[in-house]
């Protein structure tokens, strides 16, 4: 795969390179880990579990003192 960079854009990146001790290709690969992982599809958002305890469910004359 190849694509278009600015050499301004090759020279920043040669230069994060050599800066972290390695080649230009692990630095973009880490980078493109780093913002988008291998399989968005697998990671599924957690919800919030709320643990409210074990009481069953309400009802409107467990809460409120005037309701029959």
């Known amino acids: 795969m190849s694509g278009e960079i ?8 040669a230069d994060e390179a ?10 973009v690969r880490r980078l493109i880990e780093e913002h988008a992982p291998i ?10 579990v709320w ?3 074990g009481s069953a469910p ?5 809460i409120y003192p005037d309701a029959l």
């Open 18 to 27: 050599r800066r972290q001790g390695i080649s230009v290709d692990e630095l």
């Open 6 to 13: 600015s050499p301004q854009t090759q020279a920043r990146l």
């Open 58 to 62: 309400l009802h409107r004359r467990d």
């Open 39 to 48: 399989h968005p599809a697998r990671t599924k958002p957690e919800l919030p």
């Open 51 to 53: 643990r409210l305890g």
